[in-house]
């Protein structure tokens, strides 16, 4: 049987002292030795739950595995920063080391990042630490976005909006989510109960508004080719065809740095491939087991 927990972790950096909420995704039938973890962080908007199909099919290949899908702090159930400045990838990705080395000591771990938590996993990957990433897994992101694109998040995170009816809330998510592609309408479902809270009658969504505050308009691309041409491990590069955040340019160019980073493009999915189908799930997890894709 795969049991899911919610767990919680305090963690302190440079005297800011929050909580981390992450869920853990087990088998009964563990034998609790030679433990393979996998830690799942998710999008700018998203929470761990977004990980749900992904972990329960990780577990049913492997049950030695545990699966980590991590709350970043804003998010879900971990705290909101008392400091919204500390919103940034970096501040991600030091907490990021303290709680792995917290639940898996030095283990080598595989590491599923989906656009932000790409970018955390990147930035991970080059950080002083105990463990080694074996598998990285880039979900429609690169080292590489341009100006327009970030300006088109900073103002959609930034226009933090209230409904006054769960139905208006979900229409909002769905128009402006179109990038995850033709999703079922139980899938959609499952989303709008993760991302809407109810809150003194108004409906909401379940993220921090201050996540906002490190968003200001640029003018220059993100660049992180410096740090991406560092990664020595196995890597999977995925990619919706749609996507304008993980352009065809960038994405070939990441594939072309190393024999041991692949890559994968879905059909009909801009951003982000959710990894909600067996389409998207079956070729991660063997990567994830072999290092390659198998065809």
Not at 42 to 63: P, Q, W, Y
Request: hydrophobic content about 35%.
């Amino acid at each position: 049987m795969i049991k899911k927990e919610v767990k919680s972790i305090k963690l302190n950096q440079n005297g800011c002292i929050h909580n981390v909420s992450y869920y853990e995704w087990s088998s009964e039938n563990s034998h609790n030795k030679d433990i393979e973890y996998v830690y799942c962080v998710h999008r700018l908007t998203g929470d761990g739950r977004d990980f749900n199909f992904i972990a329960n099919d990780l577990i049913t290949d492997n049950e030695n595995r545990i699966v980590i899908c991590v709350d970043i702090p804003g998010r879900g159930k971990s705290d909101y920063l008392s400091d919204p400045t500390n919103y940034h990838v970096l501040f991600y990705a030091t907490d990021m080391v303290q709680l792995i080395e917290t639940i898996s000591k030095d283990a080598d771990i595989d590491y599923i990042g989906t656009s932000m938590g790409g970018l955390i996993g990147m930035v991970l990957n080059q950080m002083p630490k105990q463990f080694k990433i074996r598998n990285l897994i880039l979900n429609d992101i690169g080292p590489q976005v341009s100006y327009q694109s970030l300006n088109y998040i900073a103002n959609y995170i930034q226009n933090y909006k209230e409904f006054n009816s769960r139905h208006d809330a979900e229409i909002y998510l769905k128009s402006t989510h179109k990038g995850f592609g033709q999703l079922t309408e139980s899938q959609w479902s499952f989303l709008f109960n993760n991302c809407i809270i109810e809150k003194d009658s108004k409906f909401m969504f379940h993220y921090d508004r201050n996540i906002a505050v490190k968003f200001q308009p640029v003018e220059i691309d993100l660049d992180l080719w410096e740090v991406f041409n560092k990664i020595e491990c196995n890597v999977l590069v995925l990619r919706g065809k749609e996507s304008d955040i993980l352009t065809k340019q960038v994405y070939d160019k990441m594939l072309e740095k190393s024999n041991r980073h692949k890559g994968i493009e879905f059909d009909n999915v801009g951003h982000a491939p959710m990894l909600f189908s067996t389409d998207q799930i079956e070729p991660t997890i063997k990567f994830i087991n072999n290092g390659k894709l198998i065809n």
